[in-house]
C-alpha cells in the first residue's frame, strides 16, 4: 500500500535576505512569499521555508540548517544547455556538468552551481532521456 505523502517544504537558511531573495526569484524562479519574519521562496506548489535574520526556527532539528550546507535539485524544462545560458546570462558560473545523473523522474542532465552563501544548485533537465 502506497503512503499518502508528497514533499510539501525544505528549509534553508540565508546570510542576506537581500542579495538571497534576488537569487531565487531571477535565477531560480521562486515566488518570495512575504512571512512575519523573512520570506519562504516558492516553486508551484513546493516551498523552500528560509531560514535568516530576525527568524526564529521552531527548535525541532537536531542540527538547524545552516548558510550554505544545502544541496538542493530543481528541474529545469528545456534543453539543459538553455540552462547553462541562463545561468551565464545572471553571472553564475557552472562548478560542473553537463553530466549525467538520475533524479526523480530517471536519468537526466545535470549542472552544478552555488548559490550566494555555497549552498549546491542543480538544475536537472529529462529531456532527450
Not at 516558492?42 to 542540527?63: C, I, S, T
Request: glycine share 10%.
Amino acid at each position: 500500500m502506497a503512503v499518502p505523502t508528497r514533499l510539501d517544504h525544505c528549509v534553508i537558511h540565508v546570510s542576506d535576505w537581500e542579495r538571497s531573495n534576488a537569487f531565487y526569484r531571477d535565477v531560480m524562479g521562486a515566488e518570495l512569499v512575504p512571512r512575519p519574519a523573512g520570506w519562504a521562496y516558492r516553486f508551484g506548489d513546493k516551498q523552500l521555508n528560509v531560514h535568516g535574520k530576525g527568524v526564529r526556527p521552531a527548535e525541532v532539528a537536531r542540527l538547524p540548517v545552516q548558510p550554505g550546507n544545502s544541496d538542493l535539485c530543481f528541474e529545469w524544462s528545456g534543453p539543459i544547455e538553455d540552462a547553462i545560458a541562463h545561468l551565464k546570462q545572471h553571472n553564475v558560473a557552472v562548478e560542473a556538468g553537463p553530466m549525467e545523473r538520475f533524479g526523480a523522474k530517471g536519468a537526466g542532465t545535470s549542472v552544478y552551481f552555488r548559490d550566494p552563501d555555497g549552498s549546491l544548485m542543480e538544475f536537472m533537465s529529462y529531456r532527450g532521456h
